[in-house]
């Protein structure tokens, strides 16, 4: 009986609590007493001319004849001793070594058109090329940079020589340097400087 009165007690306590606790919530708060404000005039802000804009140039890129550049230098490489006729050649993108912007995709895209249509090499198709990128964890759009990695390329591919491409000095007066490597051992069989025409 006295568990039963301790636990009805309780209860009932708990009740009250809680009875409590919405009876205060349910109290309607009275609000804050607002003071008048009073009307002032407003200030106007004195009045600046807007700051001139100064928009920054887009990097001006020489006008270059990749196509004049690159073809005599080309010439030079098909009549080169050492090559055996019918190989397969990867081009390498053309790198950029001056010290400034240049146009390189055209630069490569040059080298393409200047063999596309030679009797001395087979080229590695730009599908062969993506698919050995893909094969060494390459991205498509990854430009090789290295001779190491142009050589790593061309063994996958099955290319017996790589051209390797560099425009390098002064970006107003840049030069262009090629060489032909022989995959298998890596010697340079042929190699060319010329001046990059404007």
């Not at 840049?174 to 042929?190: A, D, H, N, Y």
């Amino acid at each position: 009986m006295e568990r039963k009165l301790i636990k009805l007690s309780g209860v009932v306590l708990l009740a009250l609590i809680l009875a409590g606790c919405v009876n205060e919530q349910q109290q309607p708060q009275k609000p804050a007493p607002v003071e008048p404000v009073q009307p002032t005039q407003p200030v106007q802000p004195p009045v600046e001319p807007p700051p001139a804009e100064t928009v920054p140039q887009p990097p001006k890129f020489q006008s270059i004849n990749w196509d004049a550049s690159v073809s005599p230098l080309i010439a030079q490489m098909l009549k080169a001793d050492g090559v055996t006729a019918g190989s397969v050649l990867l081009v390498d993108g053309v790198k950029n070594s001056t010290n400034g912007s240049l146009q390189i995709s055209k630069a490569t895209a040059a080298l393409h058109t200047a063999l596309d249509n030679n009797t001395q090499f087979t080229l590695v198709t730009p599908q062969q090329l993506a698919t050995a990128k893909q094969t060494l964890g390459l991205s498509a759009e990854d430009s090789l940079g290295s001779r190491s990695k142009a050589v790593g390329l061309a063994r996958i591919v099955g290319a017996q020589y790589v051209l390797y491409s560099n425009v390098q000095g002064d970006v107003k007066t840049p030069s262009l340097q090629m060489q032909l490597m022989l995959v298998q051992t890596g010697e340079i069989i042929w190699s060319g400087n010329g001046v990059v025409q404007h």
